[in-house]
């Protein structure tokens, strides 16, 4: 069965650093969403892309985040400048339609550790 | 988004049902019942959802109250890998947004052997 996959697994940067994280998601599917989790807390949605623009982002995604979608297979999550607070759990999510009857499909996430 | 109330944790025991409750006493008519579970150290997984009427797949089974202010997630038969949080999210056809998941605490559901 296609899965999303993300790497790396676990990032470690240091605080003030940049970092990228990366999605694959199922080949055919045209919506790609980023949520985050942070320890012990519940699952929260940062962003949704579709046809090379952000649909939909959250309060928590302000000007230090941004998606980019480099290639046809590749979706990516930068954060410009790191803070502590963003130590956390990172989901990339696909679907093929918007439509509210298509499930999401998650990746196994990338743990971010900041220093 | 219209809000969903789950206990915090239920427990069962291996290849017996487990009934998952959910009450969405504010459901709108145009809200779609969704389930998700999320393995230990795996992101959320889809389960099942419906609008109005049971729904059976693979994994599990939905039953929706006629009101549909509540609805229960079914597992017939519980394996150890069934343990997991659960959660019962609303999807807003009507106007709001249609990209989000917003997942609550959910449930936490231990299967003892």
């Known amino acids: 069965e296609p899965e999303v996959t993300q790497t790396p697994s676990h990032q470690v940067t240091q605080m003030g650093q940049e970092v990228i994280l990366r999605c694959v998601p199922i080949?055919?599917?045209?919506?790609f969403y980023w949520y985050r989790q942070i320890l012990g807390q519940k699952v929260e949605f940062l962003v949704s892309?579709?046809?090379?623009?952000?649909?939909?982002k959250s309060e928590i995604f302000d000007d230090q985040f941004s998606v980019e979608r480099p290639d046809g297979s590749n979706f990516t999550l930068k954060i410009r400048s790191t803070k502590l607070e963003d130590s956390a759990m990172y989901f990339c999510?696909?679907?093929?339609?918007?439509?509210?009857?298509?499930?999401?499909?998650f990746g196994d996430g990338t743990r971010l550790s900041i220093l | 988004d219209a809000k969903t109330t789950q206990p915090n944790s239920m427990e069962s025991n291996e290849e017996e049902p487990v009934h998952l409750p959910c009450n969405h006493s504010?459901?709108?008519?145009?809200?779609?019942i969704h389930w998700y579970r999320q393995l230990p150290s795996q992101g959320p997984e889809y389960v099942i959802h419906?609008?109005?009427s049971n729904v059976n797949n693979r994994m599990a089974s939905l039953a929706i109250a006629e009101d549909r202010k509540s609805s229960t997630l079914i597992l017939h038969r519980a394996t150890l890998r069934d343990a997991a949080v659960y959660y019962c999210?609303?999807?807003?056809?009507?106007?709001?947004?249609?990209?989000?998941?917003?997942f609550g605490k959910g449930t936490l559901l231990t299967v003892n052997p």
């Open positions: 999510a696909s679907s093929d339609t918007q439509g509210l009857n298509q499930p999401q499909h």
């Open positions: 080949s055919n599917h045209l919506y």
């Open positions: 892309f579709y046809n090379n623009e952000i649909s939909e």
């Open positions: 504010t459901i709108s008519g145009t809200d779609y």
């Open positions: 419906g609008l109005t």
């Open positions: 999210i609303l999807r807003d056809v009507g106007g709001g947004s249609n990209y989000k998941l917003t």
